[in-house]
């Protein structure tokens, strides 16, 4: 198995991983969407033998009160049910966050499992004075620094992209 960008010829595979995992299609739709409209865009897909097992998608979120730091949402991430507890997940997180480092981001937020994303370095997104502009449970909205001290006086709401609106 190997973690790489995803190209022009993943698209089916990709769209196909998130239907299997997502009980609709909003999930495959967002990943669209948000490749269509949103930039820069981190999409990493997990390759095994040809097929697409795993893909993650990391997008520009705002901080409207610092517009100078480049924040990353990650949203969706999905791998095919028949690969799940394999390390495929793990391995697309750490990837996208170095992806995600390279593009100059310097932090990461997930609206996710709040036992799943802390062992990746998320801690609720409160701790950084960041708040969801959906209404979530606190433990929910993680965030991540990927320079250190990136969040550091830097609180307030988060927004992300209007693809996200249909979900």
């Known amino acids: ?31 669209e969407a948000l490749r269509a409209l949103a930039a820069p865009i981190v999409s990493l897909v997990a390759e095994d033998a040809g097929a697409i097992v795993g893909h993650i998608l990391f997008s520009p979120v705002t901080l409207a009160a610092h517009p100078e730091i480049r924040v990353m949402g990650l949203a969706p991430m999905a791998v095919m049910p028949v690969r799940q507890r394999q390390g495929i997940g793990s391995t697309l997180i750490r990837d996208g966050l170095h992806a995600c ?3 100059g981001a310097t932090a990461v937020v997930v609206l996710g499992h709040a036992t799943y994303y802390p062992r990746f ?22 965030a991540v620094e990927i320079e250190s001290g990136a969040l550091q006086n830097r609180g307030g709401t988060v927004t992300y992209h209007p693809a996200f609106e249909g979900v």
């Open 1 to 31: 198995m190997r973690i790489r960008p995803e190209d022009s010829l993943d698209l089916s595979g990709i769209r196909a991983v998130n239907l299997a995992v997502f009980e609709t299609s909003m999930e495959a739709n967002l990943v």
């Open 101 to 103: 480092k390279r593009i």
């Open 121 to 142: 370095g998320f801690a609720p997104a409160s701790r950084f004075g960041l708040k969801c502009q959906y209404d979530v449970p606190d433990e929910a909205f993680m």
